[in-house]
T-cell receptor, first 113, second 112 residues
């Protein structure tokens, strides 16, 4: 069964450093998403991406964040200068054109020290 | 804006007990409704969904019915197992919307 994959599973970084989280969505999907979950809290929407552009973003997704689909398979989230409060689990998701369901990856746990 | 409210946890049950986790939503239009489950240390898995009023989603013994009149999508299971211990998230996505909106999650502990 096709699945969304994410790398790395755990990333530790120093405050102020740049990080890139990587995702490989399901191959025929066209909608891509990033969500985050601060430990013990709710899952929060960050950004959606369709047709090579951001379709919607939340207030969390400020200028420190960017997304890219550099080739036909990868979808990345970059945090330019990490802050302590960026520590969270980051989930990538993808959805097909006709589908109602977003399929989630296993997540990347980001720890900012 | 659209939102999801679900009962606070944790919920602690004995094996074979009946489970209900309440979920209500606020949305314009006609959203699709979902329950996701997150097992310890893992990501989010779709448990079940319903895309229109009166639809019943079901999977692995869990059920939820889309009730437009009460704006609810309560999760039920007749007999829980220890392996059902997890966090359960109610969620919605509105028609034409790009994002899924999640409730706060309800942690379920099932004791043997």
């Amino acid at each position: 069964e096709p699945e969304v994959t994410q790398t790395p599973s755990h990333q530790v970084t120093q405050m102020g450093q740049e990080v890139i989280l990587r995702c490989v969505p399901i191959s025929n999907h066209l909608y891509f998403y990033w969500y985050r979950q601060i430990l013990g809290q709710k899952v929060e929407f960050l950004v959606s991406f369709y047709n090579n552009e951001i379709s919607e973003k939340s207030e969390i997704f400020d200028d420190q964040f960017s997304v890219e689909r550099p080739d036909g398979s990868n979808f990345t989230l970059k945090i330019r200068s990490t802050k302590l409060e960026d520590s969270a689990m980051y989930f990538c998701a993808s959805r097909g054109v006709e589908g109602h369901v977003e399929f989630f990856g296993p997540g990347t746990r980001l720890t900012v020290l | 804006g659209d939102s999801v409210t679900q009962m606070e946890g944790p919920v602690t049950l004995s094996e074979e007990a009946f489970l209900t986790i309440n979920c209500t939503y606020t949305a314009t239009g006609y959203p699709s409704l979902f329950w996701y489950v997150q097992y310890p240390g893992e990501g989010l898995q779709l448990l079940l969904k319903a895309t229109k009023a009166d639809d019943k989603g079901s999977n692995k013994g869990f059920e939820a019915t889309y009730r437009k009149e009460t704006t609810s999508f309560h999760l039920e299971k007749g007999s829980v197992q220890v392996s059902d211990s997890a966090v359960y998230f109610c969620a919605l996505r509105n028609t034409g919307g790009f994002k899924t909106i999640f409730g706060a999650g309800t942690r379920l502990f099932v004791k043997a």
